[in-house]
């Protein structure tokens, strides 16, 4: 994935887990799977620190060339 891309998938996946984790629990019938909560918590965790370390190499990764990619 390119920086950018991952610069517009972050707040989106973050925003998700918000609704999952606080908002859709106030929902009739909602199940709450905490071991998924988790798991995505951690994988957006991790993806933000990959994120933010090729940032650093590209010089904030708003400079970075269009189709920079993280590994």
Known sequence: M??????VLLP????QLFRNE???TRLPGFKRDSEK???AKA????V???LRLAQQ???N???AKAGSSVA
């Open 2 to 7: 390119t920086i950018e891309e991952l610069e």
């Open 12 to 15: 989106l996946a973050s925003d």
């Open 22 to 24: 606080f908002i859709d």
């Open 37 to 39: 909560v988790q798991l």
């Open 43 to 46: 994988v957006i965790s991790r």
């Open 48 to 50: 933000k620190e990959r």
């Open 57 to 59: 190499k590209t010089g």
């Open 61 to 63: 990764g708003r400079q």
